[in-house]
Structure formats: C-alpha cells, structure tokens
C-alpha cells in the first residue's frame, strides 16, 4: 500500500513544498487537505475520497475548495469529510461562505465518531486528541497491510498525552515546524521542534518517522536538521513533495 507526500510543508507554500496533503491512493483517504491536494488526479484510484482533516486551519483545509474544478473533470462516486463537528461547522460557514466560495463542492461531512472510524478496503481509524491553538486531533490507521499515524499539529515531547496512541506503528507521519534552536517558540505556537519528536518516536517504538509541516518561511534548503533526529531515531525521513512510501507488504 503506497503513502503518497501530496503536500508536505505548513502555514503557506514555497518554491519547494506545499501544504499538508497525504494519500492513500489505493484505498482512496486522504490526511489534510493543504494547497497539495491539486496533485490528487495525479494519483487517486479509487471512485470514492475519504478526507480525514486534523484540524481546520486554512493551511490544512484549503484544498477542498479545489475538489470543484476535479470533479467536473473527474466525477467520484462520494468524497467524505470527516472531523470534529465544530470544525465540520467552520468549513461550511466559513470556508464555503457565498462571498469567499459560493459553489460548494459535493463534499459529505461526517463528524467524527467517539469509536472507531470504518475506512475502505478493511481499514479503521481513531482519532485522539492534540493540544494546539484552537484543537486538532491525529489519527492512527490501520489496514491488513499495515499501521501509520498521522499527527499534526501540536507539541511533542517523549511523554506526550498521545504516546500510548501511537506506539508501534510501522510508520509515523509527525510535524516538526521548528529546529531545535527554536525549541521555545515551538512550545508557545503550539507545534515541535526535531529533537523532541526525534525522542517521541524512539519512546513510541515505530518503525520509521516521516518529519511533515516543517517552517515554510525558512530560508535553508533543508529546514529541519535531519541528521540531529537520526541520531536520536535512525530512521527518520524529512519528507519533501511527491514522496512515496510503502506501508506493509501491500
């Protein structure tokens, strides 16, 4: 089962990345839905879209709005939202607002349910909170072929609130905004630095880590320090646009 990096980085794009888009093609779900998500053509097997959304800043929810031109050119049989109710209710009125996007997208919300979340071709999902200005949630996902979790945005540290949520997953998909010299300012915005997802993952026991929603405005060619978290958790990867992955033997 392929994992595809449609949009990797946070807050707005540059000449390198895009905002925070992950797929799943061969099952059709989609994690955020960032100015990365104009690629999904490119990729998208399925007749049907599952948009699980972590939270409903712009960065990570302006893609839907481009599902309109995609559609017309490529009709799905159902394309599903699904998040926190408050957030589901943000979108509606304000995204889809007559004065900012007046021709909604055939889009269906689906609040979050308290349990797990049925997914396409066996899989599941639970989501679990995050601490962040204004909420976000991550999901863990699992099919036959294998587990990820997806977490954005918030704060890591080796003993997050969400550690248990996340343990052992082959693959997990983490936010990492600042480098370490900018580990205060991490704290109070909400987001992480790379040491300390670095140490969240090696306490977590997951098999690979994926560094996404690093800090577009910075001026490096890389902006996250990835040879500081392979020394704490050899198999991290800084992800870039494109990127593709396999998750288990699928």
Known sequence: MRVVFLGTT?????DRRHTLAVLLPEVGVLLDAG????????????????ILLSHAHLDHVVGLTYLLGMVHRRPLEAIRVHAQEAKLQAIEEHLFSELLFPVRPPLTMCPLPPAELPLPQG????????????GAVG???????????????????????????IRGVELLIHECYFPD???????????????AVARLAAEAEVGQLVLVHMD?????????????????????T????????SLGSG
Request: no cysteine.
């Open 35 to 50: 100015t990365g998500l104009f690629r999904l053509p490119r990729y998208l097997q399925t007749s049907q879209l599952d």
């Open 238 to 245: 800084l992800a870039h646009d494109e990127l593709e992955l």
């Open 181 to 195: 010299h900018e580990a205060e300012l991490a704290r109070r915005t909400g987001h992480s630095h790379t040491s």
């Open 10 to 14: 946070g807050y707005h794009p540059n």
């Open 139 to 165: 999901y863990r996902l699992r099919w036959p072929q294998g587990e990820l979790a997806y977490v954005t945005d918030t704060t890591a540290t080796p003993e997050a609130p969400y550690l248990e949520a």
């Open 216 to 236: 577009p405005g910075s001026e490096a060619e890389d902006p996250i320090d990835l040879n500081r978290a392979r020394r704490i958790f050899p198999a991290t």
């Open 123 to 134: 899989g599941t999902a639970r989501w679990f909170p995050l601490e962040h200005p204004g």
